[in-house]
């Protein structure tokens, strides 16, 4: 009976996601570099959900039940395998982000090709699926040592051998490695910041180059890194080289320095999230120096101070609205204000907005809030009952408006 059971779980998920999904990976990579492809299903208990091999590949039977979606990543994953790890792989296995993450960017890459979304729909899948990876990594950084979250361990001594032609594999016998998944998930991040840097045109135009070139050899970072900035248009680059990015990304611990729009981006999805505690938000806040960054990063963190009630970083509201009350931010930081409500604070909150407002009573932010708000209080005063939708109560000291929303 278990025997029957796993051939139809077979027959129904795995054999109908295989086609498609190798499909997908041609499209991207273009051949596969291996004649024959033979899929084997091993016992739940397998270390891992899936695991590659020339010419064949292991997945768990855990795979194959609660519908398509692990099988189809899973698969995904294995299939990137045969160009990044088996048909081209690491000099210095330290390097191992050099096989895992590419596996895991191509993963995302290929299961969208392979349920042919339409480009706005595979662009919100990766960008979730970049969002959990990214709550996983920060689990990490917060719970591994420093010098284990490194993807270049040996610097300049990458790839060097003994006289014996024997290498070291540093931390190689420590038994958290194991358990960790810094190489998959910062090597990610480093391919995903290439590609959304480089748009996605380019760098998977390289990327069909360089397995092309290196089909069958092993590489180090510097190998895959000096040819996609000597292949690419100089106007692309922006700044990019080799030792910025050794520096930013491989050979530092930590989480990698975002750029601005990266930093709105994440500040973005997290707005969007249900919970988020302050713990979190310190940690974010430190990481990151929020309050020193340029203003569209600070407005989108003043509006995560303001939505999560995190007292503690009400001085970067502050700061926000009287210094950059007048740039083109100032239409969101309307509806910054309009999102505060009652609660815990709320006075704190009432007196940093007329702090903010009050110093500039003739200012066009003051004409703007006078147009904008105070005749929208006195419709939605008029038909809120009907509507259902909560009162706003108004009081104000020159323009330094007190905006309170009952819930």
């Given at each position: 009976?278990w025997?029957?059971?796993?051939?139809g779980?077979?027959?129904?998920t795995l054999?109908?996601?295989?086609?498609?999904?190798?499909?997908a990976?041609?499209?991207?990579?273009?051949?596969h570099?291996?004649?024959?492809?033979?899929?084997?299903?091993?016992?739940?208990?397998?270390?891992?959900?899936g695991m590659a091999?020339?010419?064949?590949?292991f997945?768990?039977?855990?795979?194959?039940?609660?519908g398509?979606?692990?099988?189809?990543?899973r698969?995904?994953?294995?299939?990137a395998?045969?160009w990044?790890?088996?048909?081209?792989?690491a000099?210095?296995?330290?390097?191992?982000?050099?096989?895992e993450g590419f596996?895991?960017h191509?993963?995302?890459?290929?299961?969208?090709?392979?349920?042919?979304?339409?480009?706005h729909?595979?662009?919100?899948?990766?960008?979730?699926?970049?969002?959990?990876?990214?709550?996983?990594l920060?689990d990490?950084?917060?719970?591994?040592p420093?010098?284990?979250?490194?993807?270049r361990?040996?610097?300049?001594k990458?790839?060097?051998?003994?006289?014996?032609?024997?290498s070291?594999?540093?931390?190689?016998?420590?038994?958290?490695k194991i358990?960790?998944?810094v190489?998959?998930?910062?090597?990610?991040?480093?391919?995903?910041?290439?590609?959304?840097r480089?748009?996605?045109?380019t760098?998977?135009?390289f990327?069909?180059?360089?397995?092309?070139?290196f089909h069958?050899?092993l590489i180090?970072?510097?190998d895959f890194l000096q040819?996609?900035?000597?292949?690419i248009?100089?106007?692309k680059?922006l700044e990019?080289s080799v030792?910025?990015?050794?520096?930013d990304?491989?050979?530092?611990?930590?989480?990698?320095?975002?750029?601005?729009?990266?930093l709105?981006?994440?500040l973005?999805?997290?707005?969007?999230q249900?919970?988020l505690s302050?713990?979190?938000?310190?940690?974010?806040q430190?990481t990151y120096?929020?309050?020193?960054q340029?203003?569209?990063?600070?407005?989108?963190?003043?509006?995560?101070?303001?939505?999560?009630?995190?007292?503690k970083?009400?001085?970067s509201v502050?700061r926000?609205?009287?210094?950059d009350?007048e740039?083109?931010?100032?239409d969101s930081?309307?509806?910054?204000?309009?999102?505060?409500?009652?609660g815990p604070?709320?006075?704190?909150?009432?007196?940093?907005?007329a702090?903010?407002?009050?110093?500039?009573?003739?200012?066009?932010?003051?004409?703007?809030?006078?147009?904008?708000?105070?005749?929208a209080?006195?419709?939605?005063?008029?038909?809120?009952h009907?509507?259902?939708?909560?009162?706003?109560?108004?009081?104000?000291?020159?323009?330094?408006?007190?905006?309170?929303l009952?819930?």
């Amino acid at each position: 009976m278990w025997l029957l059971c796993l051939t139809g779980a077979c027959q129904e998920t795995l054999l109908q996601l295989i086609p498609p999904c190798l499909s997908a990976a041609h499209s991207v990579l273009g051949t596969h570099p291996f004649s024959r492809l033979d899929v084997l299903i091993v016992p739940a208990n397998f270390p891992s959900l899936g695991m590659a091999s020339p010419h064949i590949m292991f997945l768990s039977q855990s795979i194959l039940t609660g519908g398509s979606h692990l099988c189809g990543t899973r698969l995904c994953h294995e299939i990137a395998h045969a160009w990044f790890g088996l048909a081209l792989g690491a000099r210095d296995w330290t390097e191992e982000w050099l096989s895992e993450g590419f596996a895991s960017h191509l993963e995302d890459v290929f299961w969208a090709a392979a349920q042919q979304l339409a480009p706005h729909e595979a662009r919100e899948q990766q960008e979730l699926r970049a969002c959990l990876r990214w709550r996983r990594l920060q689990d990490e950084m917060q719970s591994s040592p420093a010098e284990m979250q490194v993807l270049r361990p040996n610097k300049d001594k990458t790839g060097h051998t003994s006289d014996s032609g024997a290498s070291v594999i540093k931390h190689g016998l420590n038994p958290e490695k194991i358990f960790m998944q810094v190489h998959y998930l910062k090597g990610y991040f480093l391919l995903r910041f290439l590609a959304e840097r480089l748009g996605d045109e380019t760098y998977f135009s390289f990327l069909r180059k360089f397995v092309h070139a290196f089909h069958g050899q092993l590489i180090l970072s510097q190998d895959f890194l000096q040819m996609l900035l000597e292949n690419i248009p100089e106007e692309k680059r922006l700044e990019l080289s080799v030792e910025n990015i050794y520096q930013d990304w491989l050979e530092s611990s930590g989480i990698p320095k975002l750029l601005p729009d990266q930093l709105v981006l994440l500040l973005e999805h997290l707005l969007e999230q249900k919970t988020l505690s302050h713990r979190t938000l310190q940690s974010l806040q430190r990481t990151y120096h929020l309050q020193d960054q340029d203003a569209e990063v600070r407005h989108r963190w003043c509006e995560l101070i303001v939505k999560r009630k995190f007292t503690k970083a009400y001085e970067s509201v502050e700061r926000f609205l009287q210094e950059d009350q007048e740039r083109p931010q100032r239409d969101s930081f309307i509806h910054l204000l309009l999102a505060w409500g009652t609660g815990p604070g709320h006075q704190r909150r009432d007196y940093v907005a007329a702090k903010a407002v009050s110093p500039q009573p003739r200012s066009s932010l003051g004409a703007s809030l006078s147009q904008r708000l105070v005749p929208a209080r006195h419709a939605q005063k008029a038909d809120s009952h009907k509507r259902g939708l909560p009162p706003w109560i108004w009081s104000g000291a020159a323009l330094g408006f007190r905006v309170l929303l009952h819930r």
